[in-house]
């Protein structure tokens, strides 16, 4: 029995020390998912929350990954964090990170035949440790560069000097040395809330090509676009988004350098300001 136990804590520290370094080598969620696989020797997955697979390591990747319905998603997620540890679903072992409130990772180990043991369960629980270690970097760097982005629009609106917002574009990989034109998006979702309203703008204007620089401003959202294109599909991408509510767009001129933002920015709150006029008349 006690070398039994010995054994059970060699394994324990060898899984805890081949974890360690993974976190410490900072080789992220596909680093997390084939360190499991190699101290328990079955499949591993990495979801999100809404069990979208990130990374995998092993055997038998399913082509097709199954996605559980949103509802009984959340009720299994609400489950392993009430358990407080790894629990059996189906043909899985599952445990969850959490480094805060609104991130959720989730760590799977596939095992059909339920053959695992306690050593699978201890590195499922070192794993999903480590990977909240990685989420919340992410989720950190992920910050940093919106923060970043939103002070340099802040610039580019108020005008500033031309040198220094490429050098800051370049530092965050974006091309700002093509012509690009002032987009204001106003409008309010269902919920009133303005952070929904942000998403569904970000979202849409990634997702229609219209850009990826935008900040929330005097009640507005204004996108940086260096894009030439007819507005009204970004328009009911953005409701569509919102699942309702309501949403207009001004659009202001083409700006051949940084120094011209301001202008345009100007020509896109008159347009609003038109379709005000408009409306009332």
Aim: hydrophobic content about 40%; aromatic content about 4%.
């Amino acid at each position: 029995v006690l070398a039994d136990t010995v054994r059970a804590l060699e394994r324990s520290t060898a899984i805890h020390d081949r974890l360690t370094r993974v976190a410490v080598a900072g080789e992220g969620q596909e680093g997390i998912a084939r360190a499991v696989h190699e101290v328990t020797g079955y499949p591993i997955g990495i979801e999100d929350r809404y069990g979208n697979l990130r990374a995998w390591a092993g055997p038998n990747r399913p082509e097709a990954y199954p996605k559980d319905p949103p509802a009984r998603r959340e009720q299994m997620l609400r489950h392993v964090l009430r358990e407080g540890r790894p629990i059996r679903e189906g043909g899985r072992l599952v445990a969850v990170a959490r480094p805060r409130e609104d991130v959720v990772g989730v760590l799977v180990l596939v095992d059909p035949a339920a053959t695992a043991g306690e050593q699978e369960h201890v590195a499922l629980e070192h794993g999903a440790t480590v990977l909240a270690m990685e989420l919340a970097r992410m989720r950190s760097v992920a910050e940093s560069q919106m923060r970043a982005r939103r002070d340099l629009v802040e610039e580019l609106l108020t005008g500033t000097d031309e040198e220094s917002a490429i050098n800051q574009a370049q530092a965050l990989g974006y091309d700002l040395e093509r012509p690009h034109r002032v987009v204001v998006v106003e409008g309010r979702a269902r919920s009133r809330d303005d952070d929904v309203f942000l998403h569904a703008v970000r979202r849409a204007a990634r997702d229609t090509g219209v850009g990826s620089l935008l900040v929330a401003r005097a009640g507005a959202i204004v996108v940086l676009s260096d894009a030439d294109q007819p507005w009204e599909p970004f328009r009911e991408a953005v409701l569509s988004e919102l699942g309702g509510g309501r949403c207009r767009v001004g659009v202001g001129g083409p700006s051949e350098r940084p120094m011209d933002l301001p202008r345009s920015y100007r020509q896109a709150q008159l347009a609003l300001k038109m379709q005000d006029a408009s409306t009332l008349g």
